[in-house]
């Protein structure tokens, strides 16, 4: 049995966990929780949108896998109390500890990152050094244990590279043609490398920043 | 104001509906409806996630967009009471009526895919034939005002394919780069025509199916 952790919280953005989660679901031998402060009904980046966390802090302590989303102000997370806590003593038990997006900054307070190569969202990766973590721009860096995923949809293409890991090229090649991942985005511009310079500024100026640094 | 209404429902998958989700919501304007036959938690494909859908189909009459996510048994939500009604309802005031995955079989038992082209997951394509559509293996497929997707993750593609055609291509760009949209699956196979025989067949075989007609 894997024990798959998934962190939820106030905010998260919802491709950041449902992305891998469709994909470490289908690994054989699954267990998956969702697990927030509280149990109950999280709300998302969008309003609209509620996920159910079936899980409290106190009733879920280690994981084979832990997952962490980002969010537009992941770092808010910090505050919350107990949440730093419990991620660290998740940490001490997991085989692998990850995180999608600005999860790394998550993971980065929580003094997980230290001295560690790490992705994020490409619009924050600079945050990283705050909490001591070398800012990588890969779309899946790995360092030990630890592996981070770029923004949003990254989680996706970092959870079929773990389940390689865990169960084999096999069982990952089945569950990319299961979801069928054969991505054909209509443009080429999904990274910072790729994007026309202006659409990067107008998303920085969107995100609150007035540039990259 | 862009109306956006995603139908929910017992089963469907979640990446189907969250995939594009997180695309529609961030055009300037859209207004996104999470609906269901009524008020409540919707248990996804796995019985541990569930969505919250915040509107039944009594309140929810027109729409610019609907999203209609698949699911393992998709049609089997076709014998539920009201559904299919609801569907052609809100179709008849949609400027563009989509599918991911089995979505597609829900708009053909609605009759809204007759002499179509339309796709849908690879593994049920044949099965448009039943509703009259007219199976086309390409990952999105726009017949007049109704574009259906393939598998699970094709939805991200259709999402922002339907963005740039509704908001313009400058607005898709800048929510593909906001989603880090530079997929870099670990393996090619991500499709029928990519992956080996032999993972296809396994997959069937998961799927209840012998071959692939």
């Known amino acids: 049995m894997k024990k798959i952790v998934f962190l939820f919280y106030e905010g998260m953005t919802a491709l950041d966990a449902i992305g891998p989660h469709q994909v470490l679901v289908n690994i054989p031998d699954a267990e998956v929780k969702l697990v927030a402060s509280k149990v109950g009904l999280v709300t998302t980046d969008t309003t609209h949108l509620k996920f159910l966390a079936e899980h409290s802090f106190e009733e879920v302590l280690e994981a084979d896998i832990l997952v962490i989303p980002g969010a537009r102000s992941a770092t808010t997370l910090k505050d919350q109390p107990g949440v730093l806590e419990w991620i660290r003593s998740i940490d001490q038990t997991t085989t692998w500890t990850t995180s999608v997006c600005t999860g790394s900054l998550i993971l980065g307070a929580a ?103």
């Open 111 to 213: 003094g997980l990152l230290q001295d560690l190569p790490a992705t994020s969202h490409w619009s924050v990766m600079n945050d990283l050094k705050k909490w001591g973590a070398i800012p990588t721009e890969r779309r899946v860096v790995e360092a030990g244990k630890i592996i981070t995923a770029a923004g949003v949809s990254a989680g996706i293409d970092m959870a079929l590279i773990l389940t390689a890991k865990i169960a084999g090229d096999h069982v990952a090649k089945r569950i990319q043609l299961g979801i069928e991942y054969d991505p054909q985005p209509p443009f080429d511009c999904g990274s910072v490398a790729k994007a026309p310079p202006q659409i990067v500024k107008a998303l920085l100026a969107d995100f609150g920043k007035n540039d990259e640094s």
